[in-house]
């Protein structure tokens, strides 16, 4: 089975930085594509940043320039570095991979993590 475990969240303030990560483990999957999304209260769940297996990230328009989205393959994780944070930042942060069983010809799955808490203090 494939699970998802997140780290990094916590209390930071105003224009600090934080970095989260997502470990991705299980057997006979591959990974199409890993991302954060995240939810305040109150609101929708939203895309923060995707990467794909070959290397193309996806931003959204509100944290362009402030995070950055990478990958270790070897490792099956994924890295948020963030920076300058907002009072616009707090929120759930959840992990998603988007995977298929290496057993099956067609179809894949998404899989989400529990989700990392972020608090930005004044």
């Known amino acids: 089975q494939v699970q998802l475990v997140e780290s990094g969240g916590g209390l930071v303030q105003a224009g600090g930085s934080l970095r989260l990560s997502c470990a991705a483990s299980?057997?006979?999957?591959?990974?199409?594509?890993m991302g954060w999304y995240r939810q305040a209260p109150g609101k929708q769940r939203e895309l923060v940043a995707r990467?794909?297996?070959?290397?193309?990230?996806n931003y959204a328009d509100s944290v362009k320039g402030r995070l950055t989205i990478t990958s270790e393959n070897t490792k099956n994780t994924v890295y948020l570095r963030m920076s300058s944070l907002k009072p616009e930042d707090p929120a759930v942060y959840s992990c998603?991979?988007?995977?298929?069983?290496?057993?099956?010809?067609?179809?894949?799955?998404?899989?989400w993590g529990k989700g990392t808490p972020l608090t930005v203090s004044p």
């Open positions: 990467i794909r297996s070959g290397g193309d990230t």
């Open positions: 299980g057997s006979m999957f591959s990974i199409n594509a």
């Open positions: 998603n991979a988007n995977i298929t069983n290496v057993l099956l010809v067609t179809g894949s799955k998404d899989y």
